[in-house]
Each structure stands twice: as structure tokens, then as C-alpha cells.
């Protein structure tokens, strides 16, 4: 191996392994350099009396190339890769007790230095719900508060959409994003450009290496570092057996607050969120219950001012009626003792307004709604 291979591609090698897990990286990252303990590695020397012989059978077919495979590939994607062994390794994790050993970053590792809020929920969710997630990563991009997500399908996308608008807008807080693959491995593939972006404008992170595709056990493994870089996690949309109560479960492990968004009792989406808010969770209906729980101030107007028009008459009935819960136009007319033909018109300007969505003929409300 040449001299002039950094620390940093040994400890990309090391986790590069067959049969590599996070524990067993970690037990190797504290044995020593990364270049020490691969050679060990790559002499079959006992690095651990813990290892499994089957491990080290497998480690014993490495490449001796492969650090410098690893720099070389990191280079080209524009990826750093940091261990514990570094004065770069993000604080916040440092101590947590099951923090990964080594980290691969696109971005800047600053962005964790701002106030960080996870958004998450369902990647399955409903028009409302993403419009929420949308509006609350946006309010707290624009207040300088960093937006945490999986950059899931659902609600955690939507939420680092809303800190993109923010940011066009010229908010500070970043976006940061915990993924589950290798960083040269998006997914899903029609997130690229979001991925690009948020390496752009914050930091996009994982402990899997260059390559890594996004195998299921790896999402859960993934919610632990973002529950751990996170100082409040929102839940908008989950069912009971979500993936977002894994996160939810690694956040209360360590601490970290976790509040709910209420949703419809009628709507599988919303069975998570609302047996949570049941539990205790503090819950999450205007950008102000979450930066209370951030202990900041909120004394002062932030500006967020709705610039839609106020419905009004049979608009507002209609809204009315669709908060917490999609309906159909005939459940609308029965209800409000309008002809469908009236309530059409309403629902028509209503969703030109920007008030109300509708999928294979339900509609519902983009926004909590009060009629008073």
C-alpha cells in the first residue's frame, strides 16, 4: 500500500468488509489507526478475540487494493469520510453509544452545528399530511433552524422540499439527511436531485460505503443516527408499525423529544401519530409548538402570513367540513344540503386557491382550518 493513502480511505476499507456490521466496525476503529488495523486485517493477524472465525475467514479474501479503491471512488463522489478517531466526527454523536464508527458526508458537517429537527412520518401519505411536512420544514428553514429526514418517499421528502423553497427565499437552516445506502446509490431514483441539492446545501450522511445498496435491514440501522443527530423528532403521518417508530423508539432511548402532528382517527396514517400524542408526545400544529420544545423564543411575530384568499360562504362550509378527514363530493352535498353541483363549484375554487387536494375523487384540506 502506497504512503500516500490517507487514514481516512483505510477506515472507508475497513468498512468495507464482507461481512461488515456497525458493531464490528466500531470494535475494529477502537483497536487502533485504521492503516494499523488493516494490516492486521490484511495478515490475518487476530485484531479481536470477539471476532467469529467466519468473519475473519472472509475478511481474509480483501483486496490490498481496496484503501486505495476507497480513496479514489470518495474522491470522484465528493465524498469525506470521517471516524471517531477524528476531530471532524460530528459532537453530537461522539458519545451516543451506538454511534457509527465511520461516516461518509457529502456537504458540510456544519450544518449540524445549527438547531436540528427531524421531520418524519409515512411513505404513504396523504396530500394534507405532505403539505404539512412541506410548510413546517420551510417555516424552520426560514427561522435558521437545520431540517432532519430519511429523504423517504412521503412526508420526509416533502419536508426538505419546503426547506428548498425556504432556501430559494434565502433561509439559513440547512438540510441534513441520513440515508440508508451508499451516497453514490440514491434512493429512491427519482430523488437525485434532491440528493444533489441537499449535499449542496447541508450534509447528506451514512455509514455505508460507496456501493452499499439499500438493503431493508439497513433503514432501521439508519433511524439511529437520525434520532441521535436530532434534538426533537416530528412525526406527521404513521401508522402503528411504521418505520418512523423505530426513530421514534432510538429517540426516546436517548432523550430526544418527540412530538406528533393529530390526524383523522379514521385514517390508517394517522393510527401512529395519534396512539403517540395518547402516550404523552406533546403535539405539533403550528411552527411555534415545535420551536417551544427547542426552548427558543417565540415572544415575537415570525411574519409567516398566509397569502391565500380567505374563503368565504359555502368555500368556507366546505373547508370546514374536509378538515381531519377526506370526503367525497355527494358526502359533502348530503351534508351541507347543497346540490353537488354547488359544492363542485366551491371544491373547484377552493383547490385553484390552494385550500383543498383531491385523489381518485376524495378530497381534503391542505392546511388546519378553523372557521371562527
Known amino acids: 500500500m502506497t504512503s500516500d493513502t490517507p487514514e481516512w480511505a ?18 475494529l476503529i477502537t ?7 488493516w494490516d492486521k486485517v490484511l495478515h490475518h493477524k487476530i485484531v479481536a478475540p470477539s471476532l467469529e472465525p467466519h468473519v475473519l475467514q472472509a475478511w481474509s479474501t480483501a483486496s490490498s487494493c481496496l484503501p486505495r479503491q476507497m480513496h ?14 477524528d476531530a471532524a466526527y460530528p459532537n453530537v454523536l461522539r458519545a451516543d453509544p451506538d454511534a457509527p464508527a465511520v461516516l461518509f458526508v457529502r456537504g458540510n458537517l456544519e450544518a449540524l452545528e445549527q438547531r436540528r429537527v427531524a421531520i418524519i412520518g409515512t411513505r404513504k401519505a396523504t396530500q394534507a399530511g405532505r403539505h ?17 429526514s430519511g429523504l423517504a418517499r412521503g412526508i420526509d421528502v416533502h419536508a426538505h ?7 430559494n427565499d434565502g433561509a439559513t437552516g440547512k438540510a441534513i439527511a441520513v440515508v440508508a445506502s451508499g451516497l453514490d446509490v440514491v434512493y429512491p431514483r427519482e430523488h437525485v436531485q434532491l440528493w444533489n441539492w441537499v449535499a449542496s446545501h447541508g450534509a447528506l450522511i451514512s ?9 431493508a435491514f439497513r433503514f432501521p440501522l439508519r433511524n439511529r443516527i437520525l434520532a441521535g443527530i436530532s434534538e426533537v423528532v416530528v412525526v406527521i403521518e404513521s401508522t402503528e408499525a411504521g418505520g418512523s417508530m423505530i426513530t421514534v423508539r432510538e429517540a426516546e ?10 390526524g383523522s382517527p379514521t385514517l390508517h396514517t394517522s393510527q401512529g401519530t395519534n396512539a403517540l400524542l395518547r402516550d404523552g408526545c406533546a403535539p405539533v400544529t ?4 415545535v420551536l417551544v420544545a427547542l426552548g427558543l423564543d417565540t415572544s415575537r411575530q415570525h411574519g409567516f402570513v398566509d397569502q391565500r384568499v380567505t374563503p368565504m360562504g359555502l368555500c368556507a362550509d366546505v373547508l370546514g367540513q374536509l378538515v381531519g378527514e377526506p370526503r367525497t363530493i355527494d358526502w359533502l352535498a348530503i351534508c351541507l344540503g347543497e346540490s353537488v353541483f354547488a359544492v363542485a363549484v366551491a371544491l373547484g375554487r377552493l383547490e385553484q386557491s390552494g385550500w383543498v387536494t383531491q385523489t381518485s375523487g376524495w378530497w381534503e384540506a391542505l392546511v388546519a382550518y378553523s372557521q371562527s
Not at 31 to 37: E, H, I, M, Q
Not at 207 to 215: D, I, L, Q, V
Not at 253 to 262: D, E, F
Open 161 to 167: 422540499r419546503g426547506v428548498e423553497r425556504a432556501s
Open 207 to 215: 455509514e455505508s460505503p460507496p456501493g452499499t445498496s439499500p438493503e
Open 253 to 262: 432511548k436517548r432523550g430526544v423529544t418527540v412530538l406528533a402532528v393529530p
Open 72 to 85: 479514489e471512488r470518495c474522491l470522484t463522489i465528493e465524498t469525506q469520510v470521517v471516524s471517531l478517531h
Open 10 to 27: 483505510y477506515a472507508a476499507a475497513l468498512a468495507s468488509l464482507p461481512l461488515q456490521t456497525h458493531r464490528r466496525l466500531r470494535l
Open 132 to 148: 404539512f411536512a412541506a410548510s413546517l420544514g420551510q417555516q424552520l428553514s426560514t427561522l435558521g433552524v437545520a431540517v432532519v
Open 31 to 37: 483497536r487502533g489507526s485504521p492503516s494499523d488495523v
Open 286 to 289: 403550528h411552527v411555534d409548538d
